[in-house]
């Protein structure tokens, strides 16, 4: 069995495109692929933010001083050029062909509507279909800072103190009371998309290299010889299930160590608060226990692989197959990601999901021990029985020489 | 000495094996089952070369598949130096040596550690391992070559890699199945070299191939199958006295002509 694993690990080793898959994506490429989404992304909202948009309003002598809020606002330019807008009609019109951002319509009774104690209505005409959806909002916000200095002035003058207007306004206030602590909180919202990522780079260790055990061999022509030294077929199989438990183990290792690296190479630069948070509060303890619940499912894993490999008879035909096993893989982890869902005995036994869950509460710092046990349990039982029936699959004529 | 007797090996036909083939010419095919060998019996004695001739289909890889070990026969036995190799699979593997025209190499793996790998399989120690393949390299000329990748051989090379790798462990008996297809003359004359060298040995050899002149170069005996039966099993002279002339071509076409009447 050694004899095997040491050959098959010699040869992944000098495989160019093994190293590209399990060392070179998770050091370099991933993280690169990360921080460009992420700088991407930032700069977008940056660029939403800072940009400036042209407005045009009608009546806004009704409203003087909301008039002055929008003009004084950063995001906001005064159209200045010779067009005149009368009507929604005509905002719509300038909307559409790009003359103005934004139109703001107050009525022109707007002033003697609220002086009488009514609401007026005022329209905001804007692309919503556009990424410029910040528009709305500031306006609704300058809108309703507007309204309640209204309202509070009105209020005084009827002799209701501010105090009473708050109690008026909002007879209960309820206030929160959080017991979960920051590691709680921020795990909760980040715990689960790390087995989403974990998981799927533990299955992506197993297959590629699974492909060129199991089918790679029939293709070369090498399995018949293999077959016929003095080595029990046990033997065979694994050796090559080792191989493949070693190259997914030291992708997710090498994933998970080359995204510390990163995380902290980024927090040096850059002051990331949430994701320092996040992740200062994690010990040793929890990424040794995180690492020891990917095990099994590395084994799970590398057993499937091997074994839809071994039934493959080319390696076009066994990418064919692995294809809906990853897709079969990502359905328990995003169980493991809706609401509600929970580790508890029951789940602990679904496979997949009880380590994306376990790992979840591990990050939130609420994990129970002794249901990771069983999950460690059930996912040994599991990745033993998929290994057994592997040795099973390997031993059948018509799987070997299809 | 090798003796094969009564050998019979079937396989289960897939669905769309069943589908596509109604008419349900060939006769080995039954609703469930292929019959791809029902009676083959020959023997080889030590220091023979023993030729194994059948049309495409006749069932000789099957009957080498099953002599190699890689297949279980449903029925019949194998014997080797007096084994049951069916029944002791294991032994069977260290007494055998296998070739085919389409036996592969790891590519990315040297020559070299190719050949050491299959002789650790095996089982030999690091020193005998290291004696085997310098007297291998040395007696096939591959010492200018060794270290080069698989990936990067020619076809002769590869063809000279596999023999070496074939032979690592000392087999009592060595099984090539078509060794000479796709081959050009210079290699083909390789392989004939090596199995004269075994037969030299006392090796006994068996071999499948569609070329009679490797026939009469090379074999003592002769064995035929045709559609999973044998049906011919003697030396040379008897081969060639069927076709009542020297030519092996006649001769092979009685048989089957024979075969198929019965």
Redesign the interface.
């Known amino acids: 069995m050694f ?2 694993f040491k ?1 098959e690990l ?2 992944l080793l ?2 160019r495109k093994t190293l590209i898959f399990v060392v070179a994506l998770p050091v370099a490429v991933f993280p690169l692929l990360f921080a460009v989404m992420a700088f991407i992304s930032s700069q977008a909202a940056l660029e939403a933010e800072q940009e400036v948009h042209t407005y045009a309003i009608i009546n806004g002598n009704y409203a003087q001083e909301f008039t002055d809020k929008v003009f004084y606002h950063k995001s906001f330019a005064l159209y200045k050029g010779d067009e005149t807008f009368n009507t929604v009609e005509d905002l719509t019109k300038a909307v559409k062909a790009g003359t103005i951002d934004m139109g703001i319509y107050l009525p022109s009774d707007a002033r003697q509507t609220l002086d009488n104690a009514k609401q007026s209505e005022w329209q905001v005409v804007y692309n919503d279909a556009k990424a410029i959806n910040f528009l709305f909002d500031r306006v609704k916000e300058l809108a309703k800072e507007y309204g309640d200095k209204l309202r509070t002035t009105k209020l005084l003058s009827f002799g209701v103190s501010e105090q009473q207007q708050a109690a008026i306004i909002e007879p209960i206030k309820v206030v929160k009371v959080d017991t979960a602590d920051k590691r709680e909180n921020l795990g909760e919202k980040i715990g689960g998309f790390i087995p989403y990522l974990l998981i799927p780079l533990v299955l992506m260790g197993a297959t590629y290299p699974a492909i060129d055990l199991g089918a790679g061999e029939k293709e ?3 399995l ?9 077929r046990t033997q065979l199989v694994l050796g090559k299930f080792v191989t493949l438990l070693a190259s997914s183990i030291a992708t997710t290792t090498i994933t998970v160590l080359s995204m510390g690296v990163w995380i902290s190479i980024a927090i040096a630069f850059v002051d990331l608060a949430v994701v320092k948070n996040a992740f200062s509060s994690l010990t040793v303890l929890d990424l040794g226990l995180i690492f020891v619940l990917l095990l099994p499912i590395a084994a799970i894993f590398s057993s499937l692989a091997l074994a839809i490999s071994i039934y493959a008879r080319t390696f076009k035909e066994a990418q064919n197959y692995m294809a809906p096993l990853s897709m079969g893989v990502i359905f328990p982890i995003m169980v493991a990601l809706m609401p509600n869902v929970e580790l508890t005995s029951k789940t602990a036994f679904i496979p997949v999901t009880n380590v994306a869950l376990a790992i979840k509460e591990i990050i939130k710092g609420t994990v129970d021990y002794t249901l990771v046990g069983l999950i460690f349990l059930a996912t040994v039982i599991v990745a033993g029985a998929l290994l057994t029936f592997c040795v099973k699959w390997f031993n059948k ?2 799987v ?2 299809r | 000495m090798i003796e094969v007797a009564g050998l019979k090996k079937k ?2 036909l897939t669905k769309d094996h069943k589908k596509n083939n109604t008419d349900n010419i060939d006769p080995r095919e039954d609703k469930q089952f292929f019959h791809s060998v029902r009676d083959v019996s020959f023997h080889c004695n030590k220091g023979e070369v023993l030729g194994l001739l059948g049309p495409n289909g006749a069932g000789k890889t099957t009957t080498l ?1 099953m002599i ?5 026969p449903d029925e019949g036995t194998i014997t080797i130096s007096g084994h049951d190799i069916v029944k002791k699979p ?2 069977g ?2 007494s ?1 040596g ?1 070739l ?1 025209g ?8 040297t020559v070299k ?1 190719n050949v050491e ?2 002789a ?4 030999m120690s690091k020193k005998a391992v290291a004696a085997r393949c310098d007297e291998l390299f040395t007696l096939l000329d591959m010492h200018n070559f060794i270290d080069k990748r698989a990936e990067n051989l020619s076809t002769g090379m590869k063809q000279k890699a596999n023999i070496a ?2 032979v690592v462990h000392h087999p009592d008996v060595v099984i090539l199945d078509e060794p000479t297809t796709g081959l050009d003359i210079m290699t083909t004359q390789t392989v004939i070299n090596f199995i004269r060298g075994l037969k030299e040995q006392g090796t006994p050899v068996i071999f499948s191939t569609h070329h009679l002149d490797e026939v009469a170069l090379l074999c003592d005996r002769v064995a035929v199958i045709n559609q999973g039966i044998s049906c011919f099993d003697g030396t040379l002279d008897e081969f060639k006295q069927t076709g009542q002339s020297e030519e092996l071509n006649q001769a092979f076409m009685n048989i089957l002509t024979e075969s198929r009447d019965v």
């Not at chain 2, 190699?68 to 279980?72: M, N, P, Q």
């Not at chain 2, 389409?102 to 793996?109: A, E, H």
């Not at chain 2, 650790?120 to 089982?123: A, E, I, P």
Request: proline share 2%.
């Open positions: 004899e095997v050959k010699k040869e000098r495989d070369r022509g090498t018949e010889t293999l077959l016929l030294t003095p080595i029990t004529e018509d070997l020489f | 396989f289960k598949r190699s070990t890689a297949l279980k294991l032994v593997r260290k055998i296998f085919s389409s036996t592969g190499l790891y590519g990315r793996l550690e790998y299959f650790r399989l095996h089982g790798r074939a």
